[in-house]
């Protein structure tokens, strides 16, 4: 149990365009979900906190125009890097909270696969 | 602000050598410190965790003490295995955190490939 899917594992596109990664949680409903991305050799970054049914709630120095995160559903978010430009090239990652019940349940975090964005 | 600082890979071991990868960290008060394990293809997946100084988690062979005196959380194996071959990802959550348990900091990531 407790599995996320994240869909494109990989993609590629032109600069200026935009993309949309998809974030489901498979067998579990998931009130929060988080976004973080990884440059090359560097750490996991913590993007945004996404709540379903509100806003998401962006770390600083994070672009709220544009990675828009949209948690329409218990089960799906999504991020959409808007007018993407080379800069923008990382590895995304999703991961959301399954809680198990008990204050150990909280501490539970399912991760996506990841999606590794390549802008030309 | 927190961070982790994990020793820089790839490592190459061979079967049944003994494994350690260096992680320490930065951050106020007493945080909860975790260890990930991401496999070719697949999402990260908690590997071990330990929330208070001189805790030790443990998992598939795999240990790691809290260290609060040299704020380390090194992440070792007596004898690993062609199947351990992944990254492995130090991470921290921070008192400033609060309930907030999404807010992981991590880790640079370090690959394992071991070889029969």
């Known amino acids: 149990g407790a599995v996320v899917s994240q869909h494109p594992s990989r993609v590629i596109c032109k600069s200026g365009t935009s993309v949309k990664i998809e974030c489901r949680s498979l067998d579990f409903q998931a009130t929060t979900m988080f976004w973080y991305r990884q440059f090359p050799k560097k750490s996991l970054m913590l993007m945004a906190t996404s709540n379903e049914g509100s806003k998401a709630t962006y770390e600083q120095g994070v672009e709220k125009d544009k990675f828009l995160i949209n948690h329409a559903s218990l089960t799906l978010s999504t991020l959409t890097v808007t007018s993407a430009h080379p800069e923008d090239s990382s590895f995304y990652i999703c991961?959301?909270?399954?809680?198990?019940?008990?204050?150990?349940?909280?501490?539970?975090?399912?991760f996506g696969a990841g999606s590794r964005l390549t802008v030309l | 602000g927190d961070s982790v600082t994990q020793m820089e890979g790839p490592v190459t071991l061979s079967e049944e050598a003994f494994l350690t990868i260096n992680c320490t960290y930065t951050?106020?008060?007493?945080?909860?410190l975790f260890w990930y394990v991401q496999y070719p293809g697949e999402g990260l997946q908690l590997l071990l965790k330990a929330t208070k100084a001189d805790d030790k988690g443990s998992n598939k062979g795999f240990e790691a003490t809290y260290r609060k005196e040299t704020t380390s959380f090194h992440l070792e194996k007596g004898s690993v295995q062609v199947s351990d071959s992944a990254v492995y990802f130090c991470?921290?959550?921070?008192?400033?955190?609060?309930?907030?348990?999404?807010?992981?900091?991590f880790g640079q990531g370090t690959i394992l490939t071991v070889h029969p």
């Open positions: 991470a921290l959550i921070g008192v400033a955190g609060g309930t907030s348990y999404g807010k992981l900091t």
């Open positions: 991961s959301a909270r399954y809680l198990t019940g008990g204050l150990a349940g909280a501490n539970v975090l399912t």
């Open positions: 951050a106020t008060g007493y945080p909860s």
